[in-house]
């Protein structure tokens, strides 16, 4: 979510009210600051030299926690070699130490629209370990190849010391590729992601590219608009899958890993699904699979944004699942992915991907795993979900649309049902959620004079309230 000055003015007390609730832990500890300057001191970098590559980062521009290198190039013959570096944490975060200590406790990096707080201390996260252009780093170095079509024949990864030449933006990314100024290296993102979306589609991957959230202060008031997300985005987005792909199948063939799984959607999902895109007046032929469906929706029109962010809210909840000794789950797949799957390219911002990068390094390198992985997997599910990621996210979004509206209550606005408590066999509905058009706002809405609400109806909902201070719903529509 971005915001602008004024926007984060009229919020920063509720954004610092939100993180003393959930505890969140602003600083780190002295000790915990000097076991970074030591591990800094101590560590052993006897990694291979890949410095001859030449590297870039493609991240927001005020971005210094930098994960993730690439390097893209046409393999003699056909097809692509895709190098991908990703930050090298464990050189530095010994198990037990300090620093593993507090990561364990803040299981990944927050992000609010006025601050971030980090896993690791910043010496490490936005100094030493991160991929910052012109500074040699130590890295877990991803081989992929791929064949003209972009599939993939062949990956390993090994660590390797790399360098960075330059750290790009997406919106600069996106119009060098726009205008035709782009290097090589640009355009064969362009052509390798492309391929590898082709790919997805293949495979029954489902992609919903919802927006991001901008509050904005306009005219004398607040904003809230959504921004659409950069084809650049995607294409490296699909390097990162891709190498959550190959990570997964090597921990399945060497016997030992961790992967983040997902079941398919119900029957009875799919069903209500159905139902939700014909009151929304989107057609669904019974013979399309979903997949195909939110391809192609346009998350800038209305009624495919209601039901994307509908969809979404009902996909089946994603799990870590440990295994070690070839005793391989059954259920190993990521629905939305389609594929088996695994976290393992942002160790700066969550911490299972420390664990899963050491399992594949010992894996290609015909190893066993590592000790301190092995002594950490029956309780790292549990650890991971202490995450506050989510919950933070969803409170900061209830406190942003309670912002833009808080001045406005009394006032009617065009909204469409997108939920009710038909769901939860109630025949006659009165209460469910609303979608917004302008502002881009989903909320609880409640009918007062006993009318029952209709999914998919369009109708004038009252705003009865907008506190961003409120203990219940922040935001509330009444249909009068």
Same mark, same amino acid.
């Given at each position: 979510?971005?915001?602008? $000055?004024? !926007? ?14 959930? %505890? ?16 800094? !001191?101590?560590?052993?970098?006897? +990694?291979? *030299? ?8 493609? *991240? ?10 690439? +390097?893209?190039? #046409? ?18 975060? #010994? ?24 896993? +690791? ?43 960075? #030449? ?10 060098? /590729?726009? &205008? ?38 306009? $005219? ?77 929706? $346009? ?21 870590? !699942? ?8 059954? +259920?190993? %797949?990521?629905?939305? /992915? ?36 092995? $002594? ?90 907008? &506190? ?13």
């Amino acid at each position: 979510m971005h915001m602008s $000055d004024e !926007a984060l003015d009229a919020l920063g007390p509720a954004l610092v009210e939100l993180r003393a609730e959930l %505890k969140i832990p602003l600083v780190f500890p002295k000790r915990v600051l000097k076991a970074a300057d030591k591990a800094v !001191a101590e560590a052993q970098l006897d +990694h291979k *030299d890949a410095t001859d590559l030449p590297f870039f980062t493609i *991240d927001p521009p005020t971005s210094k926690d930098l994960d993730q290198a690439m +390097h893209l190039e #046409r393999r003699p013959g056909g097809g692509f070699r895709v190098y991908y570096a990703i930050a090298d944490v464990a050189t530095y975060v #010994r198990s037990g130490s300090p620093l593993d200590v507090e990561a364990r406790d803040r299981i990944e990096t927050l992000y609010f629209p006025d601050l971030k707080v980090p896993l +690791h201390p910043p010496l490490l996260s936005e100094d030493v370990v991160s991929l910052l252009p012109g500074k040699p780093r130590p890295a877990l170095l991803w081989q992929h190849d791929l064949d003209a079509d972009g599939n993939v024949t062949a990956s390993s990864v090994s660590r390797a010391m790399v360098c960075s #030449r330059a750290k790009l933006s997406y919106e600069g990314v996106q119009q060098a /590729i726009d &205008d035709g100024t782009a290097e090589e290296c640009l355009t064969l993102l362009r052509e390798i992601g492309t391929l590898r979306e082709t790919v997805e589609i293949e495979r029954g991957g489902i992609s919903v590219n919802l927006p991001d959230q901008e509050v904005t202060f306009q $005219d004398g008031s607040f904003r809230l608009n959504y921004v659409a997300m950069l084809p650049v985005e995607g294409w490296n987005e699909q390097i990162s899958l891709m190498t959550g792909m190959a990570a997964a199948q090597i921990m399945i063939d060497s016997g030992t890993g961790i992967l983040r799984t997902q079941r398919e959607h119900s029957a009875q999902v799919v069903g209500r699904l159905h139902e939700i895109a014909t009151c929304l007046g989107i057609d669904w032929d019974l013979g399309v699979p979903y997949a195909t469906l939110v391809r192609d929706l $346009d998350p800038t029109k209305r009624e495919h944004m209601a039901f994307l962010t509908e969809a979404t809210t009902n996909m089946p909840r994603a799990e870590y !699942a440990v295994f070690r000794d070839h005793q391989t789950p059954e +259920h190993t %797949k990521h629905a939305t /992915i389609a594929a088996p799957y695994t976290h393992c390219t942002a160790p700066l911002r969550r911490l299972v991907d420390r664990y899963t990068g050491e399992l594949c390094v010992a894996a290609c390198a015909d190893k066993p795993p590592p000790k301190w992985v092995l $002594d950490a997997l029956r309780c790292l599910p549990c650890d991971l979900a202490r995450g506050k990621g989510g919950v933070a996210g969803r409170q900061t979004v209830d406190l942003a649309e309670a912002v833009v509206l808080m001045d406005r209550e009394g006032e009617m606005f065009d909204a469409a049902v997108i939920d009710t408590d038909a769901e939860r066999n109630d025949p006659d509905p009165l209460t469910g959620r609303v979608y917004l058009a302008d502002p881009a706002v989903l909320a609880k809405i409640t009918s007062t004079d006993g009318r029952k609400l209709r999914l998919g109806a369009s109708v004038r909902a009252r705003l009865e309230r907008a &506190d961003p201070t409120s203990d219940e719903d922040k935001v509330l529509f009444t249909l009068p």
